[in-house]
């Protein structure tokens, strides 16, 4: 399996398995099915029209031996709807798998109740807070790390010390006990993402978090499955901007995706990603090897 | 017997062979290699695997059906309330401490993942474990998660055992140093405050006594050289500089506290081969059972144990070294040997005076201890080879002469109360005219404090459970004397108490905490700033310049002639000698299911010790690998599984101690497949302790007699496993061409060095196959990154194990259990496997070869795996995604290595709590149906790639290090990047012995093994 192959596979995969894709593309692997919908969509439909064939025969014979029927006629176009039925059935089950178990439906827009009803709305939108006022290791470490209460204190030591909804704050932080926020962004165990690795290469935090600054309650915006992931490992061009810009997420807005893909370009050859001659270095293709992500 | 004589002798003239089946290519062996999958048991077919497969399927069907609209279980986040400085979340932290054995410390490096340890290993700026450690280092951090501890205080009632707590136990224990008569029997140690206590408790407790107790220890050098030097000093060997060693009965790189020392100053006089002035040292072994040293030396002259006091004063007679007067004629009364290996031996160490060195084992009585240390300061190693240290309190009596006085006290009613720190002698001690546990009954309040409620627990009054070293205060003197702290890198699991807290509730009246008792007794070793000096400490893991070693020869006295000669005695029949196992030791580690699983490095038996005898002996008794046999000694009989063992001499049987535990009153676990009671210790194995007595354990041998009993016992010998044989892969070619073709996996060279180092590439190149041209049949990879590559030197590989276990620690690998590994289903990422070289079964050579993934540039496994679950990567890994693998398992048909593993079952399933906490979180926990192997430790690799782009620097030679490489006692495995032609690993491909396994096949492995050399040709010209 070369380099060439390898690559193959991981589209075939990535495409199938993910959304993400062109709808267009999905509609035709429904239709035509996949291997794993073949399977389902005839074994439903052999059925039918075996019985349905099962049936006319009987029926010839017991016209031909003069005999009343057992099933009255109306029974004909049952079948017809039966069958009819089960070709939607089978397709319907084919959509749930598709649609109703993709991460975009299951993940995106997952937005639990935490503990203490933080807004980075509030602090990161209104009061201009940087990220990396609080998730202080996310240039340095695999984790951008929750802060400890003692971050929160330090203001809210004196701003609204007597708030009710800080009042688990002030608990943890006087029981020493932590508060126990809820993980929104939850990746499989077995994929190993890397916060330093990407920040200190210029891509932002808005790239898979969103627009956290406008959110009052933190949700998950990108369905984080492999395909998404892939999609920019593949062309990161349009997703680059320089690293001071990395925690400001209303930077570039006013570009279009054709001015930050060239200027994107010119960032990655300083990274290495790009040779002076513009065609991907081994680089690039060491983004989208298995191990990057996964051990 | 004749087609793997005539298959491998084309091409070195020796045969290689792993077993005696192989040797004698038995059908047995011929259907191994023949189905690709001995593994390949009828699983489903049998009935309670089909209830457990059933299961599984019910369980997948409801997890298919409640799919839609689920989300994953919620998880939490919790911060710290007030993060330590420099420390953040993920980022995994090493801690310096210390990790003690046989009363010597060796520094270690823990790291701690967001405050959990989960590795151990050696501290490179110790002096003694420079960096690597021994397979019971690194399986001292499961030792520490192992749910089998006991977790509180227990005392026994009228009505069996019941739950105490500390502080009544603290009650006791102030209580009993108030009233006086408190005996301690202790495991011995080179605290500084342990030992400070000890005089405390002897000075300020009225009619208080202290006693020490280990079943395996060195007092026949102890008193050996307090015989000859008059005061007990401790032999500190730098190999490095012994261009002769003589090991006379002695594993100084295996069974010895300083080991790691031995190992690596050994290692620098082996793989010099390539360099401009190539220095290989020659080593003799003279011993009874194959060991490790002794299958790493030039020369081995099996021997019966009890014969070599003889053999010591023959060579002593033929060196004809000054020695005084007594002694010099008790070793002119013996008759020359008639062997001429002793005389050539004799002539080696005087041909490098100064450059040689004679070591005695554990089981050689004091005399021959003395002897030997006369013998090396006429040669001349003092000061060279040779620097002595101080004893810790080297002036008690040997530990079986102490045992006895405490028997006598206990008999005499001297003893109100008993405290047993970390002793276990209701199993591993002799009985002395009554058992342990009746002499222990006798005391009025009896005392244990220990990792497990374990057999001397359990008749003890009150049992505490004691800490892990891992979560305790400490401090212990290394080899050299060198004073090493220990730092608790987390809280107690178990609310737990030390050895040293729990003696200063009996000295001081209230259990100090053991921070406050380490500051208080290391304090007159600080300079004027403590404080300052205490943060170096714990920085450093130990204080520097506190070796107590000199170079100095000490004077030589005479008065042991009369002893020596009474160790010579000519004793007839079989002998049996008793050694400490190579993975649990004494017994201490026998819940330890890494080291349980662990292969011998000699027997390759996991999960069992055996009585090894000879195959003359086997034949004699008409008894195979796996036969009991019935082994008596001075009335008490034992049946044993016996192993046949090539090397093993003819008269002695040799046995490992500590197996045949009873530490739960459970069901024993012997057969199931997983062990899923926490006692997996229970029922493995055989007591042999029982056949231990007084005598034996004083002479160091016993005499036996052995006979076949009748029945069978399986013996999980991964030995055969995973056979690598050529003729596997050449499918219908005829036999000769078959013959041209085959190459050899292991490549040795006999040699008289020093060497020229062109004759040793000739004599490598040699052994080496002949074979076309070899084209590739597609096109192949071109590399202009990373080209990661390894390279092992089987000249450096003493089979000590250490990198299976480190590499199970890394990379969370399972345990399998017993039946498992029986059907060769073990999951170790990298084995050793064990060859015998040549004709001569009772005393053939032995090669270890490491093996791991060969991450082929050509992989044969990418080609036929239907997922692309098994990929190249562009630096050359072959990236295996375990997420994409459906377990067809073609890959690991395909390895021509057989390094790939299955996991049949959901080996990780359920684990406890506190296992859990000791997994590595860098690597994805596998499940059942899924396919493994040795990755090069690819989350190193990342982990130190991202760290160079966040430091923006590229990275240089030596920042990526695999767990084997790090444990690597020698440095045997090299690590690095082929594409920077200075880089270590770029070094060692091009040595005149580096070759390629199976580089017919051109499938390309990127891990390049070098050839041993053997240093044995002084036999041929004499």
Not at chain 2, 2 to 19: D, F, M, P, T, V
Not at chain 2, 386 to 405: C, K, S
Not at chain 2, 561 to 583: R, T, W
Request: one cysteine or more; charged letters at 20%; aromatic letters at 6%.
């Amino acid at each position: 399996m070369g380099p060439a192959s390898s690559q193959r596979s991981v589209s075939a995969w990535g495409g199938k398995r993910t959304e993400g894709r062109d709808q267009q593309v999905r509609y035709f692997l429904c239709a035509t099915g996949g291997f794993s919908k073949h399977f389902i969509l005839s074994p439903s439909m052999i059925v039918v029209l075996e019985f349905a064939q099962l049936h006319s025969w009987a029926r010839r014979n017991f016209e031909q031996m003069n005999r009343t029927p057992i099933f009255p006629p109306w029974v004909d176009q049952l079948i017809k709807l039966l069958g009819a039925g089960a070709a939607v059935s089978g397709l319907y089950v084919v959509m749930m798998i598709n649609f109703g178990a993709s991460p975009k439906t299951l993940n995106a827009g997952y937005m639990p109740e935490q503990p203490v009803p933080y807004s980075h709305a509030l602090h990161v939108g209104e009061l201009g807070l940087d990220c990396r006022y609080c998730h202080t290791t996310v240039e340095s470490a695999g984790f951008a790390a929750v802060p400890p209460t003692e971050t929160c204190m330090n203001c809210h030591g004196k701003i609204a010390p007597t708030s009710m909804k800080l009042k688990p704050v002030r608990d943890s932080f006087s029981t020493g006990m932590p508060v126990p926020w809820i993980k929104v962004h939850d990746l499989p165990d077995y994929v190993y993402f890397n916060h330093s690795a990407h920040v200190t290469r210029g891509v932002s935090c808005v790239e898979c978090h969103g627009r956290v600054d406008q959110m009052e309650e933190v949700q998950q915006v990108a369905p984080l499955s492999m395909g998404w992931c892939l999609e920019c490992h593949r062309n990161p061009e349009s997703r680059m901007r320089p690293v001071d810009k990395v925690t400001d997420l209303d930077w570039g807005l006013e570009r279009t995706p054709a001015e930050k893909a060239a200027q994107g370009r010119e960032l990655m050859k300083d990274l290495g990603l790009y040779d002076e001659s513009g065609q991907p270095t081994v680089r690039m293709t060491l983004m989208t090897n298995c191990s990057t992500c996964h051990r | 017997m004749s087609s793997i004589k005539e298959q491998h002798q084309n091409h070195q003239g020796k045969a290689l062979w792993r077993s005696l089946d192989e040797y004698a290519d038995t059908p047995e062996f011929r259907a191994l290699v023949e189905k690709e999958f001995p593994n390949h048991a009828p699983e489903l077919f049998n009935s309670t695997s089909r209830r457990h497969f059933l299961k599984v399927m019910g369980a997948s069907m409801a997890l298919a059906g409640g799919l839609a609209g689920c989300h994953w279980p919620t998880q939490k986040i919790l911060p710290h309330t007030s993060r330590p400085a420099g420390q953040a979340p993920g980022v995994p932290e090493t801690y310096a401490s210390c990790w003690e054995q046989q009363e010597v410390a060796e520094g270690v490096l823990v790291t701690s993942y967001d405050g959990r340890p989960i590795r151990v290993d050696g501290n490179g700026d110790h002096p003694d474990s420079r960096g690597s450690s021994t397979s019971q280092m690194q399986a001292s951090v499961l030792g520490m998660y192992d749910p089998g501890r006991s977790t509180e205080p227990t005392h026994s009632k009228s009505d069996g055992r019941v739950a105490g707590d500390w502080d009544q136990a603290i009650e006791l224990l102030r209580t009993a140093g108030r009233s006086g008569k408190v005996s301690v029997l202790a495991a011995p140690s080179s605290s500084i405050a342990l030992q400070a206590m000890r005089k405390r408790l002897l000075r300020e407790v009225p009619e208080s006594s202290w006693h020490e107790w280990a079943p395996v220890n060195r007092d026949s050098e102890r008193l050996g050289t307090a015989q000859v030097f008059g005061r007990p000093m401790r032999p500190v060997a730098d190999l490095s500089s012994a261009r002769v060693l003589v090991c006379l009965d002695a594993d100084p790189l295996m069974n010895h506290p300083a080991s790691l020392r031995h190992s690596s100053g050994w290692a620098a006089l082996r793989n010099s081969a390539d360099d401009d002035e190539p220095i290989l040292s020659r080593v003799w072994a003279v011993e009874s059972t194959l060991s490790v040293t002794g299958g790493a030396a030039d020369v081995r002259i099996p021997t019966r144990t009890s014969d070599i006091p003889k053999i010591a004063v023959q060579l002593a007679a033929a060196t004809g070294v000054s020695l005084p007067a007594d002694v010099a004629s008790s070793v002119g009364s013996v008759a020359a040997s008639s062997d001429g290996r002793i005389q050539q031996m004799a002539d080696d160490l005087l041909a490098h005076q100064g450059a040689c060195l004679v070591m005695a084992g554990d089981r050689q009585p004091p005399a021959v201890h003395a002897l030997v240390h006369a013998m090396n300061i006429a040669l001349g190693a003092a000061g060279k080879v040779l620097r002595y240290a101080e004893v810790t309190h080297g002036e008690r009596p040997a530990h079986i002469d102490d045992l006895q006085l405490l028997a006598d006290r206990i008999r005499g009613g001297q003893v109100e109360t008993l405290l047993m720190l970390g002793v276990n002698p209701v199993y591993d001690a002799p009985s002395l005219g009554q058992s342990w546990s009746e002499l222990i009954g006798q005391v009025p309040h009896s005392m244990h404090l220990g990792l497990y409620e374990d057999e001397t627990a359990k008749v003890c009054q009150w049992h505490l459970n004691q800490t892990h070293f891992l979560e305790e205060w400490g401090d212990a003197r290394s080899w050299d004397g060198t004073v090493t702290l220990r730092q608790p890198l987390i809280a107690p699991l178990y609310s737990g108490r030390s050895a040293i807290e729990v003696v200063s509730a009996v000295v001081d009246d209230e259990m100090k905490s053991g921070h406050d008792i380490v500051r208080e007794y290391l304090h007159p070793m600080a300079s004027s700033d403590f404080e300052g000096s205490w943060k170096q400490w714990l920085h450093d893991g130990f204080i520097a310049e506190t070796s107590n070693a000199v170079d100095v020869a000490p004077d030589i006295h005479g008065g042991w002639g009369a002893a020596l000669e009474a160790s010579i005695q000519s004793v007839g029949g079989k002998e049996i000698v008793f050694l400490p196992d190579h993975s649990l030791f004494d017994g201490r580690y026998a819940n330890n299911g890494w080291l349980q699983e662990l292969p011998d490095p000699v027997t390759k038996v996991s999960w069992d010790n055996c009585a090894m005898i000879s195959p003359r002996l086997a034949s004699e008794l008409g008894v195979k690998n796996g036969d009991m046999v019935d082994l008596t000694v001075a009335g008490v009989s034992l049946a044993m599984a016996a192993f046949v063992l090539p090397g093993q001499n003819q008269d002695t049987i040799g046995v490992a101690l500590g197996y045949g535990r009873l530490i739960s009153d459970r069901a024993a676990g012997r057969l199931s497949r997983k062990p899923s009671l926490y006692q997996i210790a229970d029922g493995v194995g055989f007591d042999t302790y029982r056949l231990r007595n007084a005598a034996a354990l004083r002479a160091g041998f016993a005499s036996v007699s052995v006979a076949r009993s009748g029945g069978t016992y399986e013996l999980a010998t991964t030995q055969d496993h995973n056979p690598i044989r050529p003729d596997e892969f050449m499918g219908d070619l005829e036999f000769n061409e078959e013959q041209r073709r085959a190459g050899e996996y292991v490549r040795v060279a006999d040699c008289n060095f020093t060497p020229d180092a062109g004759d040793v590439e000739k004599q490598v190149t040699a052994a080496g196959p002949h074979h076309p041209d070899l084209k590739s049949p597609w096109k192949e990879h071109e590399y202009t990154s990373h080209r990661w590559a390894m390279s092992i030197d089987l000249n450096l590989c003493t089979g000590c194990s250490a990198c299976v276990v480190a590499c199970q620690a890394e990379n969370n690998i399972a345990v399998v259990g017993k039946d498992e590994v029986a059907y060769g289903r073990e999951m170790h990422w990298i084995r050793i496997d064990r060859y015998f070289r040549g004709e001569d079964v009772d005393n053939p050579e032995v090669v270890h070869q490491p093996l791991t993934c060969n991450m082929c540039e050509n992989a044969p496994c990418e080609q036929v795996c239907p997922v692309a679950a098994t990929v190249h990567n562009e630096e050359g890994l072959n990236d295996m995604v375990y997420n994409r693998c459906i377990g067809t398992r073609y890959c690991s048909n395909n390895c021509p290595y057989k390094v790939r593993r299955f996991n049949y079952f959901n080996n990780t399933k359920n684990p406890s709590a506190t296992e859990q906490m000791g997994y590595n979180p860098e690597v994805t926990i596998r499940a059942r149906g899924v396919m493994e192997k040795c990755t090069y430790c690819v989350q190193r690799i990342n982990s130190s790639k991202i760290k160079a782009k966040n430091e923006d620097r590229e990275m240089v030679d030596g920042d990526v290090l695999p767990a084997c490489a790090q444990s690597c006692p020698t440095h045997a495995i090299t690590f690095g990047d082929l594409a920077d032609p200075d880089s270590q690993v770029s070094r060692t491909q091009k040595s005149h012995r580096a070759y390629k396994m199976l580089a017919e096949l051109n499938v390309k492995p990127r891990t390049s093994f070098l050839a041993k050399l053997r240093n044995n040709s002084i036999l041929d010209e004499g």
